[in-house]
């Protein structure tokens, strides 16, 4: 059992930085799952930016390579999204994500927990 809630979102110009929070509540050692950021623009579905294996491994979409970064502290158990050089196209609704880790099958992208969102904004 998992709550996440996300936080740091806001409006900023073209080429300014933010950087997202996802706090979990949970008993659990967030190490133990996988973790992803998503977003949403209005009219379109959910997009992953960013990931996080439970190896530290990250991964990002084409889109955000480069200008984000995806990060850890599982002693706080928080999980960042940094976000640099923001465009207006980045705006958009932001969630994190938590993946449940299966025993020798790894995440299979199911997505067992969600945020309630952060709003990111970025004008020209």
């Known amino acids: 059992q998992m709550d996440l809630v996300e936080s740091g979102g806001g409006s900023v110009q073209a080429g300014g930085s933010l950087r997202l929070s996802c706090v979990a509540s949970?008993?659990?050692?967030?190490?133990?799952?996988?973790w992803a950021w998503f977003r949403q623009a209005p009219g379109k579905g959910r997009e992953k930016v960013a990931g996080l294996t439970t190896a530290g491994i990250t991964t990002y979409d084409s889109s955000v390579k480069g200008r984000f970064t995806i990060s850890s502290d599982n002693a706080k158990k928080i999980v960042y999204l940094q976000m640099d050089n923001l465009k207006p196209e980045d705006t958009a609704t932001y969630y994190c994500?938590?993946?449940?880790?299966?025993?020798?099958?790894?995440?299979?992208?199911?997505?067992?927990?969600w945020g309630q969102g952060t709003q990111v904004t970025v004008s020209s």
């Open positions: 994500a938590a993946d449940t880790l299966i025993p020798l099958r790894g995440c299979d992208g199911s997505q067992d927990y």
């Open positions: 949970t008993s659990d050692e967030i190490y133990r799952y996988c």
